[in-house]
């Protein structure tokens, strides 16, 4: 797992990262992960075609939810948060291209969801990107806000 792009295992149930390959998603699918959410839009760079059909073909569930990297909005982020929780106690592996957008959205599901202390949440990707001003909005993004949305 470690050799997929940005990794980060959250906790038990939520893992995150970048875009895997085929042979990691093989992987992904032998560690137990039961559902797959792509964040990613559908022509990103390092996209995979057919990924739907991969996943579900190694038994795992898929939800796309395809954000705008240059333009996220509180949408975006309401329909991923209900989503994550809706999926219960369900192994998850939530990824984007590069796992910015995931960490940004992630980094709200522990404030708001898991209600995790600041100093708790695992950020490291912050520091190898810098959130732009749209980024950062989402990122500060308050819970009224996000309900309505």
């Not at 695992?122 to 001003?133: A, G, H």
Request: aromatic content about 12%.
């Amino acid at each position: 797992m470690e050799e997929i792009l940005n990794y980060i295992k959250i906790n038990e149930l939520i893992s995150t990262s970048g875009q895997p390959s085929v042979e990691q998603f093989k992987e992904i699918a032998q560690n137990d992960f039961e559902v797959v959410i792509n964040l990613a839009l559908h022509d990103a760079s390092n996209a995979i075609e057919n990924e739907d059909k991969i996943v579900t073909d190694l038994e795992m569930a898929y939800f796309h939810i395809p954000v705008d990297f240059d333009n996220p909005k509180p949408s975006d982020v309401k329909l991923f948060l209900n989503t994550l929780q809706a999926l219960g106690a369900n192994k998850v592996w939530v990824h984007c291209a590069l796992n910015y957008r995931v960490s940004a959205f992630m980094y709200i599901y522990h404030k708001y969801v898991l209600q995790t202390a600041f100093d708790d949440i695992n950020i490291s990707l912050f520091q190898e990107w810098l959130p732009d001003t749209k980024w950062q909005e989402i990122i500060k993004i308050s819970l009224e806000e996000i309900k309505k949305a």
